[in-house]
């Protein structure tokens, strides 16, 4: 069975961290990509970060560059989402999910310009709740 736990989220003050986890299962974890979304009441879904599990190479959010930090440890199937500095606009649910990037995926080559764009993604996480307060 295909799962992805995204678990860390919480109540924060502004200027604050936190550290987001999702643990994947049911899947070659170095064949996929681990993306971070997230969405506030009234928003869109946000493309936060990437990570490929592969190469190793990540992605991000114009919005979040230099605050966040995506990390991936191989031997516990796990993805890290560090995020320091928070702000009240990042208040929302974060959900982590994954594409699959395997080299006979068309994917593969494509991650660059699709990492952000949700329908992209084969498996979801449940989200994890961020409140960042002011």
């Known amino acids: 069975e295909v799962q992805l736990q995204a678990s860390g989220g919480g109540?924060?003050?502004?200027g604050g961290s936190l550290r987001l986890s999702c643990a994947a299962s049911g899947f070659i974890f170095r064949d996929y990509a681990i993306g971070w979304f997230r969405q506030a009441p009234g928003k869109d879904r946000e493309g936060v970060s990437c990570i490929n599990n592969s190469d190793g190479r990540t992605y991000y959010a114009d919005?979040?560059?230099?605050?966040?930090?995506?990390?991936?440890d191989g031997a516990s199937n796990t993805v890290s989402l560090q995020m320091d500095s928070l702000?009240?606009?990042?208040t929302a649910v974060y959900y982590c999910a994954a594409?699959?990037?395997?080299p006979?995926?068309?994917k593969?080559?494509?991650l660059p310009r699709i990492w952000s764009l949700d329908y992209e993604y084969?498996?979801?996480g449940q989200g994890t709740l961020v409140t960042v307060s002011s």
């Open 11 to 14: 109540l924060v003050q502004a």
């Open 63 to 72: 919005s979040v560059k230099g605050r966040f930090t995506v990390s991936s």
């Open 87 to 90: 702000k009240p606009e990042d």
């Open 99 to 102: 594409i699959e990037i395997a």
């Open 104 to 106: 006979h995926s068309r």
């Open 108 to 110: 593969v080559l494509l």
């Open 122 to 124: 084969n498996y979801w």
